[in-house]
């Protein structure tokens, strides 16, 4: 235990000082929340210069009394009313343009006639685009919410006119819906769109994402700290200590563990800031409340599957590292081989992200049942809304079967000989390439 | 077991890689409180054959026993009383030389009263005093190879095998891990060791071997090597050797 705790604190210090692998560590907790200020700031002053003080300019065919009193009633809304007077369209938005306006409505001749006779009255927003930007949106949703706004109090008008005693809310919306969700055995308080978007959020999404970056994280960590020693030349000294290679492989998954672990805490709450600070961002409407209190919560034994299945996605991972760590001369070289692995991993993870596992083809099913790191986003998928599919729970032992099978070849690999002798072949290789590229080039030139 | 003095045996050791025969059948003895120079050039097998007895490769065929246990099937029983420094050892560039030194300590003794005093031990070996307290990356190649061989020493191994051990020094701390090799030696260890010095080997080494191409072409005493071949040092004999 002693030379395994020893081995674990020289992997963890020389990996956590390393700044290839601190800066890696550091930069999301750093950068995410910075973006999602810089976005939310930039975003939020453009809507709000959009929507403050709104110049709308008017061409008021009808001139009626109740074409005056919409407009009146605008104003009163907070918008800048500037009337233009002019016989076509064409000339009436030239006018907007020179007098600075975001929009121009053009209420239609017969619209007081249309009003009183219980008919739509026609009323035509044109939306000045001088960029495309957010500024845009938000001039068009100030003259939208003073539309809004004036047709209720019409149409209340209107109503009341025709009945005093009934309520103008019972014609126009003469249905009080509202919805509710059913998940497993449970009625939720809210509608599924709400439920759905904290589901895909936190369960689809995040979780997904976050075992992705741990994945990619912890692969990376183990092949560095592995490729180091072969760059460095301390990998055949160590071999040579008083351990086995089983606390040597060990020591690599847990320092490499370690860091992940610490990687994707920062990563997530990196994460969260950049949300926090998207969220925050004036225009933003999202369902208000947390539901999250109100869904049924997931078996306890559905976090133990998760946990199982998430530790042993992570030991295959990282014993992937150290095999590719191991077999690269240097760090360069373990990072170009790092791809070939790490490219498998995301997609299954994507495709479980953003589609439905039963619905892809045959071929893609079995790449993603066919890795360890797919059955933790499985898990996490289905926990929620289903009972945890059969499949997943088989993925337990089978991952630990792959996992152990991966675990034992890198530790042949980590035998001196046979690390010697592979390396020795690769650089064998690598320096005939070498040769034959020469020996081609100087044909080439003769 | 062997003979009670026979640290290393070695009988007929061959190692080949692939159509490459690094050794080709080399036998040979060191006994306790030797220190034994493997000679020769570049690619003679002189790292094949010290990397044999640390037990990272294992032989094609032949028989090595280092300690009384065989070093193929036995390799785990011998590590606790060897150290080995290669030719181009590096160190961890992000840990002190202390941290460095403390780690490996507590790998080898179980107490930590014991690896204390072992670092304190490679400390005076390296001669870095304080600077043993910097990261490894900030070291020189000759501050990077005296930590190494006082890494090698410090757990006072019963057989040492150094390749090239003084190799980058300078010839003021080449002098002093010489002193510190002989220091070793005399308080009852045993030292294998490699090296392209002549003068070295000849003030060093107790027996030496010539290693050519594989083989091992002649062994003895400095001083015996150069009366049989009438010669005034060992890179002369060495020459005579090769081109017989």
Do not use: W
Not at chain 2, 26 to 51: C, D, H, M, Q, Y
């Amino acid at each position: 235990m002693r030379k395994l705790v020893s081995l674990v604190e020289k992997e963890v210090k020389d990996l956590l000082r390393d700044p290839r692998i601190y800066i890696g560590l550091v930069v999301p907790v750093i950068l995410m929340p910075l973006l999602g200020f810089l976005m939310s700031t930039s975003m939020s002053s453009s809507i709000e210069a959009g929507a403050k003080g709104v110049k709308i300019a008017v061409l008021d065919y009808d001139k009626t009394v109740l074409s005056n009193t919409f407009l009146n009633l605008s104003m009163s809304l907070g918008a800048d009313i500037r009337k233009v007077d002019a016989t076509d369209l064409e000339t009436a938005v030239d006018e907007a343009r020179n007098l600075g306006s975001n929009a121009l409505i053009v209420i239609g001749k017969g619209f007081e006639n249309d009003l009183v006779n219980f008919r739509r009255a026609s009323v035509e927003v044109y939306i000045v685009m001088e960029t495309m930007s957010l500024g845009s949106i938000g001039a068009y949703s100030a003259v939208e919410g003073v539309l809004s706004v004036s047709s209720k109090i019409f149409s209340n008008m209107l109503i009341s006119k025709l009945n005093p005693n009934i309520s103008p809310d019972a014609v126009r919306d003469p249905f009080n819906i509202s919805t509710r969700s059913i998940l497993k055995d449970k009625i939720i308080e809210a509608p599924p769109q709400v439920l759905f978007n904290q589901l895909l959020m936190g369960y689809s999404i995040m979780i997904p994402l976050l075992l992705l970056m741990l994945s990619i994280t912890v692969v990376q960590f183990a092949a560095t700290a592995t490729a180091v020693e072969n760059e460095e030349k301390t990998l055949e000294t160590l071999l040579t200590f008083p351990v086995t290679r089983y606390d040597i492989l060990l020591a690599k998954l847990l320092g490499s563990s370690i860091l992940a672990v610490i990687g994707s805490i920062l990563f997530t709450g990196g994460f969260i800031l950049y949300f926090n600070n998207m969220l925050a961002m004036s225009g933003f409407n999202f369902p208000a409340g947390d539901f999250s209190q109100l869904l049924p919560s997931p078996p306890p034994e559905s976090f133990i599957l998760l946990a199982a299945s998430l530790i042993l996605a992570i030991l295959f991972v990282t014993s992937l590292g150290v095999a590719i760590g191991a077999l690269s001369s240097d760090v360069r070289m373990a990072n170009s081989l790092l791809g070939v692995v790490i490219v498998p991993i995301m997609i299954p993870s994507f495709l479980m992200m953003y589609g439905d596992l039963g619905t892809l083809p045959l071929a893609l099913q079995l790449l993603v049942y066919a890795l360890p790191t797919s059955y933790p986003i499985m898990m996490a998928k289905d926990m929620m809304m289903t009972p945890i599919p059969f499949e997943a729970i088989l993925g337990i032992p089978y991952s630990a079967a792959l996992t152990v099978l991966v675990l034992y070849a890198t530790s042949m690999l980590l035998a001196p000989e046979k690390l010697l002798t592979v390396q020795y072949g690769l650089r064998l290789r690598g320096t005939r390439r070498q040769r034959v590229r020469e020996l081609e080039n100087q044909t080439t030139v003769g | 077991m062997t003979g009670a003095r026979s640290i290393v045996v070695v009988r007929n050791l061959v190692k080949r890689f692939g159509d490459l025969t690094a050794v080709d059948n080399v036998s040979l003895k060191i006994e306790e409180g030797e220190v034994f120079g493997l000679i020769g050039p570049n690619g003679a097998g002189k790292t094949t054959i010290l990397r044999i007895m640390a037990t990272l490769l294992l032989p094609t065929s032949g028989y090595v026993n280092i300690l009384g246990y065989d070093a193929v099937k036995e390799a785990g029983k011998i590590r606790p009383f060897i150290s080995y420094l290669a030719e181009d050892a590096g160190t961890y560039r992000n840990l002190s030389g202390r941290e460095y030194l403390l780690i490996v300590a507590r790998i080898y003794f179980d107490s930590n009263t014991e690896a204390s005093r072992a670092v304190e031990e490679a400390i005076r070996i390296s001669g870095l005093g304080e600077r043993v307290d910097d990261k490894m990356k900030t070291y020189s190649k000759g501050m990077k190879r005296r930590i190494q061989v006082a890494r090698a020493l410090m757990t006072r191994p019963r057989l040492a095998i150094l390749d090239e051990p003084t190799a980058g020094l300078d010839v003021f701390h080449a002098k002093h891990i010489r002193e510190v090799v002989s220091r070793h030696v005399k308080e009852g260890g045993t030292v294998v060791l490699s090296s392209h010095n002549m003068l070295e080997v000849e003030y060093l080494c107790t027996r030496v071997a010539f290693v050519h191409r594989g083989h091992v072409l002649f062994e003895g005493a400095p001083r015996a090597i150069k009366n049989e071949l009438g010669v005034s040092n060992l890179e002369e004999a060495f020459i005579k050797v090769t081109s017989r």
